[in-house]
């Protein structure tokens, strides 16, 4: 039997790339993206695209109001979305989300008996958030080798993430071979209700700067069309 | 200034029994509830009164369908919920929920800047849920300890789970003198729309179990007036 995968999908350069890498893999995946009331909910109609372009077995929209604990520039629109990178922990941190994501998908799993859950994380161009960093990767490991019914009957689910130690560039020149159309895909962190990108903040920027260091044309559809190539 | 700690509020007995413990232990209160597609979501109404009864800071209920997973008799209405218990992991085992509750606290505990999480979970009487292990609970604090950006800056948070080795008779009487109000409470898996119990159900045995050998009378509104005291 084909084993499956839990891909997390968020619309993104970095996410349809995973999927792209699980399929590429041979996982049957199921795509599971999460609504957290982000600004950017034009990624949900990306995540669509994207999963029904490289064909998944299912794709799952899990709502969760947790915008209503505030703290992030990404789910609180009196917190301004910056347009330069500050030093430390940025302000579009969302408390807690990859750990609140892969528990979610580890819940799925559980149920269809999947053997593996894609990650999209990365921890070279996204080193400011704590839970896109390797220690964060191996603890929930850890966790999920003890928190399922799966794993009581020692069958482990594996946690991949097969972007965290590359570039954006090195991403892209992946999943263009994976056959991943980022036309279709949003990183923006504040797009318009069309899902053109801004072009100014932090994801804007390392996505346009990866473009150009892959020498891939960049695809993505910006608001201001002086921006686009 | 007081601590704060986030305390995972069910409505059931242990939940609220938690709950009074983090008060009696001087935090500054906030529940939350997750309302996560259960049956019983006569539960959350139970959760609303025990959490204004105990006095908290702050109440928050999160919306989350994981139920749309199907794998548990606790979402899943075509699954029955058993009246005797059976061996090994029982049905209403909810995939990955404890992993999902402690990581929706966590995100809050880090806005709130709070130092504790609480959680009613059990070793004893529910020891067949993987995610009431003690094992679990470390891998959770160890996943708690490089998640976070309170953690990064070298603040952690701690997952305090008070009951975890204690017998349910002596979670009623610890909860009992910390002022707990039981009658508030709802335990059972198929509880009506009026809040009351089966007195059939696992939770039901166990809980009624517990009242007898703690030697103090069972407040429980049950649908069989048979059963009540």
Redesign the interface.
């Given at each position: 039997m084909t084993p499956k995968a839990v891909v997390l999908l968020s619309g993104g350069l970095d996410s349809a790339t995973a999927l792209a890498i699980a399929q590429g893999a041979g996982y049957a995946c199921y795509a599971l993206s999460v609504d957290y009331g982000q600004r950017h909910s034009a990624e949900l109609l990306a995540a669509e695209r994207v999963a029904r372009h490289l064909g998944v077995c299912e794709h799952?929209v899990?709502?969760?109001?947790?915008g209503?604990?505030?703290?992030s520039a990404l789910t609180d629109s009196r917190i301004p979305v910056p347009e330069a990178q500050a030093e430390g922990?940025p302000v579009t941190?969302?408390?807690?989300?990859?750990?609140?994501m892969?528990?979610?998908a580890?819940?799925?799993a559980?149920?269809l008996d999947a053997e593996a859950i894609f990650i999209g994380i990365n921890a070279v161009d996204y080193s400011g958030y704590?839970?896109c960093?390797p220690?964060?990767l191996m603890?929930?490991q850890?966790?999920a080798?003890?928190?399922?019914?799966r794993?009581?009957e020692g069958r482990t689910i594996t946690i991949e993430a097969p972007l965290l130690y590359l570039s954006k560039a090195e991403i892209i020149r992946v999943g263009e071979r994976a056959g991943v159309d980022y036309a279709q895909t949003i990183s923006c962190y504040q797009a318009d209700a069309a899902g053109r990108a801004c072009g100014r903040c932090d994801a804007c920027r390392f996505r346009a700067a990866g473009f150009l260091e892959a020498g891939i044309p960049d695809p993505t559809h910006y608001a201001d069309a002086s921006l686009s190539e």
């Open positions: 799952r899990v709502h969760l109001d947790i209503q604990f505030g703290g922990i941190y969302v408390p807690a989300r990859n750990t609140v892969l528990s979610l580890l819940g799925w559980e149920v704590p839970d960093r220690a964060f603890a929930f850890a966790l080798n003890v928190a399922t019914k794993a009581v």
